[in-house]
């Protein structure tokens, strides 16, 4: 039969580089409050699902066709929103857009990486950076970080120096930690990364719409190899969307058309995503919401007596515990599904909404009074 397990991937001719490796594992649990993918907890409002759905049967009449190769309407849109909220001019050739700000990357990575290539993090940080470059060949290399996550700029330079990568990722604000990354460090790491290189500079910006700064794209300017990701996942509401996308230099948006799918982006995918960009304004709305309830679970974690790693994002880094695991596990058996990343000492929780928040800060204060 079909299903017998008998047969493992061990049995299969994969390449020796995903050997004994696990897939992205954030365990999908069916629990009452679910604070652990950094997702926004407000559904899309009424009257832009209706406008969803408008627009996604106007897509649905010309299906048997394929969609707009170069998603042009949606990367215009794109751009007037980075125009408007990223104090930085762009246009429909700066951007580019795909299937969640993960396929960015791999179209980065397959572009600029790549079998005989290294790509550097610091980490901790988002962990697809790695398995992505693993995923396309590149050999990856694990750049430091200080105790308090934030970037050691003399280390980092050191680490570019050494092993001359040809892709450099700077993730802010940071995952997990939350860490924000001044533009000043962000410079001297693309001058660092051109010495050595040249290379491309990645930066990350997830999260950036819930940062107290600014986002970095202004810097793309006069630098051709530094690219700002950026996804609809995260201050949009819209995780279940999948659409990500990149600020950069008109070469940078060529370039990787050399490795993207044809039609790549769905024409229901496009609809849905110019339906979304109708509504800026309402959504980002929630994001300010969001922030206000980042900075107070901060306040209560540290009055509650943990440790909390400063957040411009819409989650927060807390410790520090002897066996974090087995905080999750206690948190988890209050119905709040936290994240444990693996960072020894630290969880990672995901501003919801205020019930939601309640409820974690219940739990975890509970927790606190067994320990004490
Ligand atoms: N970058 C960072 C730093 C993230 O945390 C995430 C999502 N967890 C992503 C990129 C990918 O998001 P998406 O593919 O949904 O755009």
Do not use: C
């Not at 790509?119 to 290399?141: D, N």
């Not at 370039?255 to 959504?283: F, G, M, N, W």
Request: glycine share 6%; no cysteine; net charge negative.
């Amino acid at each position: 039969p079909i299903a017998e397990r008998a047969t493992t991937i061990d049995d299969l001719p994969v390449r020796d580089e995903l050997r004994g490796k696990s897939p992205y594992g954030a365990p999908q649990l069916d629990t009452p409050v679910q604070l652990n993918t950094n997702e926004n907890p407000y559904p899309l409002p009424e009257p832009l699902v209706e406008r969803i759905a408008e627009r996604v049967a106007e897509a649905a009449r010309g299906l048997n066709r394929y969609p707009d190769r170069d998603a042009v309407e949606l990367r215009t849109e794109l751009a007037k929103y980075l125009t408007r909220t990223g104090k930085h001019p762009l246009a429909v050739e700066n951007v580019w857009a795909a299937n969640g700000s993960n396929e960015v990357i791999q179209q980065l990575l397959q572009t600029f990486g790549g079998p005989g290539r290294t790509a550097i993090g610091f980490e901790p940080s988002y962990s697809m950076h790695a398995l992505i470059a693993r995923g396309t060949g590149t050999g990856w290399v694990s750049g430091p970080r200080r105790e308090d996550f934030t970037i050691d700029l003399a280390a980092a330079e050191r680490a570019i120096a050494e092993h001359t990568p040809d892709v450099v990722f700077i993730t802010s604000p940071n995952n997990p930690t939350g860490t924000a990354v001044a533009a000043e460090t962000v410079l001297a790491l693309y001058e660092a990364a051109q010495a050595a290189g040249p290379s491309m500079v990645i930066v990350d910006e997830a999260y950036v719409e819930f940062s107290h700064r600014d986002s970095l794209l202004p810097l793309i300017e006069g630098r051709p190899n530094l690219v700002v990701s950026r996804t609809m996942s995260k201050a949009f509401g819209a995780a279940g969307l999948r659409l990500g996308y990149l600020a950069a230099h008109p070469a940078v948006v060529d370039a990787v058309q050399l490795v993207r799918l044809p039609y790549h982006l769905s024409a229901v995918t496009q609809a849905t995503a110019l339906a979304a960009l109708e509504h800026t304004d309402t959504l980002l709305g929630y994001v300010e919401q969001l922030k206000d309830e980042r900075d107070r679970l901060v306040d209560e974690l540290r009055a509650i007596g943990y440790e909390v790693t400063e957040s411009d994002a819409n989650f927060v880094q807390f410790g520090r515990f002897d066996d974090s695991h087995a905080v999750w596990q206690r948190i988890l058996d209050r119905g709040v599904l936290v994240r444990d990343n693996g960072v020894p000492g630290w969880l990672r929780v995901t501003a919801g909404t205020p019930a939601e928040n309640d409820a974690f800060l219940d739990a975890v204060r509970q927790l606190k009074k067994e320990q004490s």
